[in-house]
Every structure is written in C-alpha cells, then in structure tokens.
C-alpha cells in the first residue's frame, strides 16, 4: 500500500495549500465540514511518517453515555439480520464479545458472493426509547467493527492477507411522511490491515425532518436499516455504542435502561399475580357481602311469614278462604249433578 500512503500524503498537501487560498470561501468551509461529518476518515499519513504505535491493533472505543444501547445485558430482541433483498448477505445476530467488549455481532455465512453483497442489519426503536423518544429522535450514533474471517483480501503488498479491508456503508429508514424512505448520509472509514478494523464512528441525522421525514408517536413499528457495502473480504460486522439524540443535542433516555428483558418479564408477571390476587380478594368479599344480602333476606321473609301466620288478621283471613273453598265445592259439586242430569235428559230425548 506504499504507493496509496505517498498519494495521500500528496493529496493530503495540496488540500493544505488550497485551503490557504480559499479560507475566505465559506461555501468549500461549510462543504467540508459536511464531508467530515458525514464519514470518518482513516488518518492520512506518508511512509516516512508511519509509526510503530500507529502499526498497534486497534481497540474499541469506550461510551459514557448512560443512553446509550451497548449490549452488555446481551438483549437483542430489537434488532434482526435483514436478508430478504437480493444483494443482502444472510446471517444470524448474537451478542459477542470483541476485544473484551460485548457488541451485536452479524455472522456473515458467506453464503452470497462478496461483488455487491450488502451486510444489513434491521433496528426496532419502540422496544429503545418508545414512541414518544422516537418522535424526538433528530440523529443516530453508532460504532461499527468488522472482523476478517479469511485470508481473502488482495493488497498492494500481498495477497491471501486476513483483513477486512476498506470499511463504509449507510443506511436508511420509512419516516413519517408518506412511508416515505430516507437515505441517511454514508460512512466511511479507512483501509484495515489487522485482522479486525477499528471503530468507524457512524451518524445517521435527520436533515429533513422540518419537513416531516422523521418518526412520530403514531407510528407502529419506526425503525432503521445499518448497511455495510464494497465487503473485500469474508467477514463479520459488530455494531456499539447506539445513541439516539433530539434536537438539542441531547441523549434520549432509553425506556429499559438498568433493566434485562428478564427482569422486565418478571415484573410484568409480579403485577400480573398481583392483580388477580386482588381480582380473586375482590370477588370473594363481594360474593360473602351478596350471601350475606340474601341470608338478611331470607331472614326477614321468614320473620314476617311467621309474625302473619300468628296475627288475628291472619286467622280471619285464612277462615274466609276456608269458608269459600268449602262453598266452591259445594257448588262445582252442584254444577256437576246438573251437568248430568242434563245430559241424561238430552239423551232419553234422543232415544224417543
């Protein structure tokens, strides 16, 4: 790669001097920062400059944010490998340590050829911040690794070399808007020589979202695509340090921070025992109140029953129906002696 580091330095001097001519033009000013922002460039340096410590392995880096998601509790439930595009790569996520530091890892089964293969990683932000966090969400930081799983790669200076190689991509997601997609600006880092590249810090921003391209509360699942492209050489991606922040620059607080998606589950379970226990203490005392109701009830019906039965009103009343029972006989037995007699007459009358 010598000749690459003598260009770079080269272009590296003649930025130099062009921006010692032009440092009153605030458009190429404004140009470049855009440009920095938008990638992380590897150092540029020249064969004379290279030093030992820069010849060093990687490390990763370290995050303090308390917001940010780094995958030490090994949860990933909100993130899937997307593979059902054609130029996806097809692989399995897990939770993995790298360099000492847990990361999402996307194991690339190397099943889809490296000319166009796209690495993809899908992103739920519900299960993150929820809904009200997603509506203020104005940018997205993140670290990617990559780690060479084969002797594939073909520098300048060798081939067969147990690198990754040149390390970049983008990404992108459905906004509000009309399920309009967005294509969030690329990354880029440099050209790795180790076996695994070092930090290439990410930033996905909403530069639209005055304009609607954004999340908002109503939407059921907003979430965003990281995609690594122009893979060298067989190899695996990780993923750190993801940080959601607003329009003031500041971390959005995530809805599950301190908690494992055991302990969630065991308190959604601890409330639910609690509530049917108190669904259970509830019917109970209701139906002893209704027993109670109904044992008054009965109570007072029998005492009334009991207090008429023994009253003088009582004893007349129940005299008068007897009286008229008896009469009712009397006369049904009447009716029913003349019911026969006039039947037999109308029959001797037949017979004549």
């Given amino acids: 790669m010598e000749y690459r580091r003598i260009m770079a330095g080269a272009a590296a001097l003649v930025l130099a001097v062009c921006a010692a001519g032009c440092a009153d033009k605030k458009d190429s000013s404004t140009k470049s920062e855009e440009t920095t922002e938008a990638t992380t460039a590897a150092e540029v340096t020249t064969e004379e400059d290279t030093t030992e410590e820069e010849k060093q392995p990687p490390t990763p880096v370290d995050c303090d944010d308390p917001n940010a998601v780094t995958f030490d509790d090994g949860v990933f439930d909100f993130a899937s490998a997307k593979s059902d595009d054609p130029d996806c790569a097809s692989g399995e996520l897990s939770v993995e340590e790298l360099m000492g530091n847990k990361m999402l890892k996307f194991t690339d089964d190397n099943t889809v050829p490296l000319s166009g293969k796209v690495q993809k990683i899908d992103i739920r932000v519900l299960p993150l911040i929820g809904a009200e966090g997603a509506a203020k969400v104005r940018r997205i930081e993140f670290d990617l690794y990559a780690q060479a799983t084969a002797d594939g790669l073909k520098t300048d200076d060798a081939e067969g070399v147990r690198a990754p190689g040149w390390i970049g991509g983008g990404g992108g997601t459905v906004t509000a808007d009309n399920d309009k997609w967005y294509d969030f600006q690329a990354f880029e880092g440099g050209e790795y020589d180790f076996e695994t590249s070092g930090p290439v810090h990410a930033k996905f921003k909403f ?24 893979v060298a050489n067989e190899s695996d991606i ?93 006369d049904t037995a009447k009716a029913q002696e003349a019911i026969e007699e006039a039947s037999k007459m109308i029959e001797d009358a037949r017979n004549k």
């Fill in 238 to 330: 990780y993923i750190d340090n993801i940080v959601f922040y607003d329009e003031d620059d500041n971390s959005i607080p995530l809805i599950s921070s301190g908690s494992t998606a055991d302990e969630l589950k065991e308190e959604a379970e601890k409330a639910a025992d609690e509530l049917k226990a108190e669904a259970e203490k509830a019917k109970d005392e209701l139906m002893a109140e209704s027993e109670q109701k109904f044992a008054d009830l009965k109570a007072d019906y029998e005492k009334a029953k009991s207090e008429l039965e023994n009253s003088a009103e009582y004893a007349d009343i129940k005299a008068k129906i007897d009286e008229a029972e008896k009469k009712l006989k009397e």
């Fill in 207 to 230: 530069l639209l979202a005055d304009s609607g391209q954004c999340w908002t509360e109503d939407m059921e699942d907003p979430n965003f695509l990281i995609m690594r492209w122009g």
